[in-house]
């Protein structure tokens, strides 16, 4: 399931109901056999445009981008991050705010390749 995502349907909830937790389950046959991970970004990956272009980096592309683990040792997150911003620069796109990301991987093991 290298690549692929699932798009929760948008539920709105209230602050109240936040400070108590919400709980979005997900099946497992979306996990896939070799593993997945949860990526969970700041409205930034939205953000990434080019200076002078009428079309920006889909949010999807941009997601995809970074979290196309080689591996998932060390601090992966952070290398993969670098590297799509660098690949985005190369495409004269930049970061027009800034960005967050946090993701839980579940592979078979830490060293092991997820794609």
């Not at 937790?21 to 896939?32: K, L």
């Not at 272009?53 to 997150?77: H, I, M, R």
């Amino acid at each position: 399931m290298t690549g692929e995502y699932v798009e929760q349907t948008c539920v709105e909830h209230s602050v109240k109901d936040g400070m108590y937790g919400v709980t979005i389950p997900i099946s497992t046959q979306s996990m896939g056999v070799e593993g997945w991970t949860l990526g969970i970004f700041s409205d930034g990956v939205t953000q990434i445009d080019g200076i002078g272009q009428v079309d920006g980096v889909d949010w999807k592309d941009a997601v995809s981008s970074f979290l196309a683990f080689k591996t998932t040792g060390g601090a992966f997150l952070k290398r993969r991050m670098i590297r799509g911003l660098k690949e985005f620069r190369k495409q004269e796109k930049t970061l027009f705010d800034d960005i967050g990301c946090a993701a839980l991987c579940f592979a078979k093991s830490r060293e092991e390749s997820v794609g």
